[in-house]
Each structure stands twice: as structure tokens, then as C-alpha cells.
């Protein structure tokens, strides 16, 4: 049972979703053992962490090979929780009938156990788990209410080791997660500079003053960033097409990374791999080029340039 005090996170890490062009978790078409192997190895070679967003057949994958295999990395494991409310915010469909909300918090409960069992059958690998993701931000189509998730946490710190998190956008820490806040071992944010219109050049500054006002709301509490990243492409769907590229990219990333290490504050970076099953059918989407990498495994400019570095 997690009857101590929290250690603390302080590796760096980056968001890892392993799926190729033709394949997607919507689909059930899941990357193969051999494709998987051969990201993990990459990706060790300059992260101590990666991120896994849900408790589904790649995420097993990834586990039993860095156990089976001794990959030199640490995973923090999230528990994918959908929708327990409807949400008319939601621009894209966040309404849900009764009838699949209380299939949803069924499917909620069996992955929230999934959660606590492989993360005492792999507590040599998995350091740090999450009760959800972005599901009470008020635009997401998998809405939960916060005391939900907050028994989600407590679930799980009954039957677990390690640290347990809920990672979220910063805003809704500062307002309407106060009391998760008092539940959580560690407060998880999300920062996107450039889904807020900020330009590179205000980038790190406008991270740093997300990142303050959540860690000057909660001293007494490690605050670290589970998302923050750069698209490379955009259709103009949310991001001025102008505001992207590989070279801005690189720039945020580098300067993100070295704050990162003045400040000793853990970063998961948002990601590693280009997910073209991500977003519209359009090739220029920005859900689908936020990765270092692209699909086809060919490192971008952040690479090039060395960004990448255990810290």
C-alpha cells in the first residue's frame, strides 16, 4: 500500500506512442513486438522515461519488453479513463447517452485495475501512474468529475507503490482540481504555447508562468510537465501554419530542456513519434506532427541538433 512519502520524479522523459502509418488504437491495429523493441532501444538512447497514456495491448507490449530485455528506461503508466458525463463544451462531440456513460465507468474500473496490477507485476519498470487524462478540462469529449478521478487516485495509492498523478492542462489546477490536488502524490500539467497562439520567441516564458502558477498554488507539492511540445505542420486548424516548423521546434524544445535542467523540474516531452491515425484525414493536421521523430522513424531537426541528452 502507498503508505509513504511520495520519492521524488526527477529523470526526463518524453511521451511515447508507438503506432505507424496503417496503424491505431481506435482500429485495435497495435504495433508489433519488433517494432516496438526497435523504438524503445531508440529512444533509451538518449531518455531515461517514457510516457504510456492507457492500459492497452501496446502498452503490455512496451512493459514486458523493457523487463524482458533490460531496457535502461522508466515508464510512467497511465490509466486511459472515458467519459462519465456529457459535455456540450466539447467542439468536436462531447455527448454521450446514459446508456454508454455507465458502460464507460465499467471500462473506467477494469482499466483502473489493469493499472494496479501491472504496476506491482512490473514495479521494476513502471515509477509513476496516472488516474487519467485531460478529462476535466472543459473542452474534452471523456468528461469526469473530479471526485471521480479523485477515487480513482485513492484506489489506486491503496494498492500501489508508486506515485500516483492526474494529468491535466494547467488551468484547471488553479481552479476546479483543488481538492485532486490534496489527493494526488504529484501534480501533472499539460503547456501548449503554441495551441494558445503564443510565437516561439514568447514560447518558454509564457511555460514558465503556467508552470509557476500551479507550483506557487501548491509549495508543498512536486509539480512536473506530462506534456509540452511543438507541432512541425498545420492546416491552419487551431495553429497559424506560419507558427510551425522544424526549426521552431528545435528551438522551444532546447530552450524547454535546458530550464528543464537549471530548474531541475521533470518534462515529459510531447513526443517521440509523429501518429498519423491522429486528427482529420488531412495530411497536414497538427495532431499528427508534434513527434522529434516522424512516422517513418527519421529523426527531425530537434535531433539533428541534439536537443535530446539525459539531464
Known amino acids: ?23 491505431s488504437p481506435d482500429d485495435g491495429l497495435y504495433p508489433s513486438e519488433h517494432e516496438i523493441a526497435f523504438d524503445l532501444h531508440l529512444l533509451a538512447e538518449d531518455w531515461d522515461a517514457i510516457r504510456l497514456y492507457a492500459c492497452d495491448p501496446h502498452a503490455e507490449t512496451v512493459l514486458r519488453l523493457i523487463q524482458r530485455e533490460s531496457i535502461d528506461l522508466k515508464v510512467m503508466l497511465g490509466a486511459y479513463i472515458g467519459a462519465e458525463l456529457s459535455n456540450e463544451n466539447c467542439p468536436w462531440g462531447g455527448e454521450h447517452s446514459d446508456e454508454q456513460l455507465a458502460k464507460n465507468k465499467l471500462t473506467n474500473a477494469q482499466e483502473v485495475a489493469r493499472l494496479i496490477t501491472w504496476a506491482n507485476q512490473y514495479s521494476d519498470v513502471i515509477d509513476c501512474l496516472a488516474a487519467g487524462n485531460e478529462a476535466t478540462v472543459d473542452w474534452t469529449d471523456h468528461l469526469v468529475d473530479p471526485e471521480s478521478v ?12 508508486q506515485p500516483v498523478t ?99 523540474i521533470l518534462i515529459y516531452l510531447f513526443e517521440a513519434f509523429d501518429e498519423n491515425w ?11 506532427h508534434w513527434g522529434i521523430y516522424r512516422a517513418n522513424r527519421q529523426p527531425k531537426m530537434a535531433v539533428q541538433q541534439g536537443i535530446t541528452s539525459r539531464v
Open 1 to 23: 500500500m502507498n503508505l509513504v512519502t511520495p520519492r521524488r520524479l526527477n529523470h526526463q522523459g518524453i511521451c511515447y506512442s508507438g503506432y505507424r502509418p496503417g496503424q
Open 150 to 161: 479523485a477515487d480513482y487516485v485513492r484506489e489506486i495509492k491503496a494498492a500501489t507503490t
Open 166 to 264: 492526474f494529468c491535466e492542462n494547467y488551468v484547471p489546477w488553479l481552479d476546479k482540481l483543488e481538492g485532486l490536488a490534496n489527493v494526488v502524490d504529484v501534480i501533472a500539467i499539460h503547456t501548449y504555447p503554441v495551441w494558445e497562439y503564443k510565437s516561439v520567441s514568447e514560447a518558454l516564458a509564457y511555460t514558465k508562468a503556467n508552470f509557476n502558477a500551479v507550483q506557487d498554488k501548491y509549495p508543498e507539492k512536486q509539480v512536473i510537465i506530462t506534456e509540452a511540445g511543438w507541432a512541425t505542420a498545420s492546416n491552419g486548424r487551431g495553429i497559424p501554419p506560419e507558427n510551425v516548423s522544424e526549426t521552431h521546434q528545435s528551438r522551444y524544445l532546447k530552450e524547454l530542456l535546458n530550464w528543464a535542467e537549471e530548474d531541475q
Open 278 to 288: 491522429k486528427g482529420s484525414d488531412h495530411p497536414l493536421e497538427p495532431e499528427k
